[in-house]
Structures are given as structure tokens and as C-alpha cells.
């Protein structure tokens, strides 16, 4: 298992820890908790004129050619490249040692084992980079609690990592232009080509990481093409079967599809939760959608009612799972691996090497696959919403001097080469004969690459866009990338895309919509009928305060700021 096996492991990993605030918008409150015009120059979104006048130019590396290249889609979507197998001859990115000899503290939350100070691959590291850059990476499960230690005594270190899905607990809109500093000056339009490996970021990455029409965060494992999850099948089981994954073209073809493979006394049952991204199938909004000029929220969508029926309707079919339906997602891998359940949702990263590993130890025949989009009708166009480009952002103290901003950026450049370079081969798995040794599939990591070469380091800081490899199963990446392509070209930016929206503490409540939610779970269960939910979304819409909170968003931020789309 290489080691970039083990860091898309991780970045799945901690997105399901983190909670789904981790692959949603980053509409979290990142200000103070009040809507008045001191508070939103603490912190919040961005004008339309005022990202583009911020944002990095673009230029795509041409440094490494990947095996599958990128395709474009829809929605200014571009897929991640895809390598069969590592580079054979890293090339050099970064012609120059980027360092001038500073000497700055760096840290990141680790969630596993913190390697030993000055270890020698740190040293190695600091050698390249010709700059002295101590790696002080701090336990994940408390960083929530240290970071906003760390600001209120203002004692930062030089850069730090802090991960999207806390931008509220760490009220990263008021820490930037305070004690975060602003790299607009730097990194704007083409003053970016200074760092050519920056510059082949996405843009929406950058924009994920500004506040208040400037530019504060370096994105890390950004991505052209992200999407919330699939609906996945056992391709093993459906070409056994003599079952063409591609005639299923609706919801009615699926829940046919569900009789047929569902025998209830075999231990066998089609579906797991197919809950989770059912708005592929019935086009309801992330969470906002714009009819004539009005912001209409999801949980007032038609589609969105229509989509509780339909999967009430499959949860009292006897199609699904008994322990799905009692809300056990902890197994739904676990099931589907033992060919319990052929067809499950789950996110885009558990279709993997590790998957196929895992897989394989169950059945040997095993193959994940996924279904081609499409919509509840069969009539219409799919329609996928995609996920914030970035939810990772290292930030630089705003102390440093200019000459110092500009170093760490070269570092940053550095740390950000292309997947299979010479720099990328050492951040991402050190030296050659002593942290990992060639095989036939690329790097494999040494008992020293394990202990001390980690990717919530330096990847951390900075990062290449994603890249789609398993280097043992080149079959899986090759599946990957045929699915991308089909799925982009049906790809949309949601609206408030990319945004760090500051929402006031009195709307909190309502934002979460928690005990709708509740209720929706309990309807897609089987537990409760719909009417349920109607009676919860009345509750929520009048003293729960959903209809102050849309208007809210409407005049305070569509009406003045757009929708990021």
C-alpha cells in the first residue's frame, strides 16, 4: 500500500470524523455572531468583482503527463488526472531551492501517530527547501481545542493548517487580516506565476479560501471535479447475474432492479441507505436554489418531497437492509463486501485501492462499480452539484514580513509540485533507500517512511490537484476516471459555490435544521410518513425561524453579493 494510497485513506477518514460540514459549503458561520456591518468586515464572502480582481490566474501544469488526462464538464468542472502507475523518472518542478534561509514553525493536525522531532526525514526535507521549516504537527482529535487556545493568546505559530470544517470553532473570518495574512498582494491574478505549481490550483480552491474580497488561504488536496458520493453496485455479482448496469435509466427501473436482486431469505437485499445522495436522482438543491429571483430553500422543494416519497416507499418495500433501515451505516461497507447488500450509496473516495483490497479479501471476484447518472423520470438530465473545490486551507501568520510571506510561498510552491515530480516523490514519501524503497508499482514505504513520512504534515501546508492512482489495481483507476467523465459533463456550481458565508448566531438553529432533519431520517426509514415532515417543515418555517433565516441569506447576501454560480 503506497503511501498516497494511505493519504486519500486519511482525507476520506477525517471528512467522516469532521461530519458532513467537511465535503458541504463552507456555510458556517466563520465571523462573529452578529449581522452588522462591523462583523462582516471581520469576516464573510466574497463580491463577485471583488474574487475576481483577488483570485490567482490559472495555468495548468504541463510538468508530469498523467496517463488519463483531465476531461472538462459542465459547471467549469474538470475531472482529476488519472495515473495507471507511478512515474518511473520523477522530474524536477522547481528548478531553484526555494528557501532563503528563514527559519518559521509550521502546524497541522495529526490524526495517528506524531513522528519524533528533527527526524531525518525532516532534515532531508529542510534541506531541499533551503530554510529551516519545524513541523510541529498537534493531536486531531483536540486541534479544535488548541487552535482557538493558540489566537486567543495570539501566539500563532509562522503557518498553520486549519481544516474548513472548523472555520466556525476557530472564527477564521475574524482571525484573517488580524492575525492571518492577507496573500492578495501576492498571489493576484498573475503575480500567482511567480509560483507556477500554485497556479495550476483551481480556481474555486482559491476562492474557498478567501474572506471579504481578499485571498487568505493556500488550499490543500483541491480539486477541478468534487462531488458528494455515488451510488455504487457489485459489478461482480450484476455481470454474474447477467445484469446490465446501464438499462437502470430510472427510479422505477432501480426499485425493479431492487425485487429482483433482493432475497430476504438468502441474506441477500439490493439496497443499503440510498438516502444520502438521492437529490442526484430527483435534482433538489444543496441547500438553496433561485426560482424568478427568490432563494427557495431544499426542504421547500417539490423535488425534495417527492424524493421522501419515493425512498418511504423503498424503505417499506423489503428491498433495503433491516440494519440500514435501523440506521447502522457503521457496517454498510461491511455489507456490501459480503454481498449482504449489491447496492449502496457512499462518497466518492470509498471507490479506492484500499476498496479493492478489502473487497478482494471478502470475494475474490469482487469489483466495485457505479451507476451512470440519471434522473427519478428517465426523462430528464441528470444533474450533480459540486462540492466545494477545497475544505483543507493552511494559513500565514500575519507577522511575518513581506520578504518572509514571499519564502513561505516559494516553499508552498514547492510542497504543491505535481503528483509523481522529484519534489512531490520526497515530500510525499522522503528518501529513497531509507523511507521507501521501488517496486514495480511505484515508492512502497520503509518501517522509517511509516513512522515519520505523514501525509497531515507537510501535504498539509500545500498540495498538487487531487490525482485519481492505485497503483496495484490500475483497473479501479481506470473505472474512476470513465465515471468522471460521463458525470462531469452533467455537473452545476450550487449556489452560494465556494462562499464563506458569516451566519448570525441568532440563525444558527435554523440553519442546522436539526429536528427536521431527525424527521427526514425517520421518513426514508419507514418509520414516519411524509406527512411528518410537512408537519416539521411548517414547525421549522414559523417559530423554528427557517423563513427569517432565507430571508436572510436573500437580502444579506444574494441580493448584495450574488450567488457564487
Known sequence: MSIELNRRSFVNGAVAVAGAAAMSPLLAACGGGDSNSSTRRKGGTNSKKGAAAALPAYVPSSAVQADIPSSSGSGSAITDPGFLKYPASPVKSVPEVPGAGGHYTALTPLWGTIPPANNAFYQAMNKALGATLTMKPANGVTYNNTIPTLTAARKLPDWVQLPGWWNSNFKVGELCGTQLADLTPYLAGDKVKKYPNLAALPTGAWTAGMFQDKLFGIPSFASGFGLPGQYFYRGDIFAAKGINADDVKSCDDLLALGKELTDAKGGVWAFDDLWPYIFQMFDFAQKFTVTSGKLVHKYEQPEFIEALNWCYKVAKSGYVHPDALAGNNNDAKTRFYAGKVLITADGTGAWNEADAQAGIAANKAYRRASFKPFSADGTKAPRLFLNPS???????????????????????????????????????????????????????????????????????????????????????????????????????????????????QRYATADAGQAVEDTIKDVYHGIKPVSAYQDALSTWKGSGGGDALVAWYQTTVMDKLGTGQ
Open 390 to 504: 477545497a475544505g483543507e486551507f493552511s494559513y500565514l501568520n500575519a507577522n511575518l514580513k513581506p520578504a518572509q510571506i514571499e519564502e513561505c510561498l516559494r516553499i508552498a510552491n514547492y510542497l504543491a509540485a505535481p503528483y509523481g515530480s522529484a519534489e512531490y516523490t520526497l515530500v510525499n514519501f522522503g528518501v529513497e533507500g531509507t523511507d521507501y524503497t521501488v517496486g514495480a508499482n511505484g515508492p512502497t514505504p520503509t518501517k522509517s517512511g511509516l513512522a515519520n513520512v505523514k501525509a497531515q504534515t507537510y501535504p498539509f501546508l500545500a498540495t498538487p490537484v487531487n490525482v485519481i492512482s492505485n497503483p496495484d489495481f490500475p483497473q479501479v483507476t481506470k473505472d474512476i476516471c470513465a465515471w468522471n467523465a460521463v458525470a462531469a459533463t452533467h455537473a452545476y456550481k450550487p449556489v452560494f459555490w465556494n462562499m464563506n458565508i458569516t451566519v448570525p
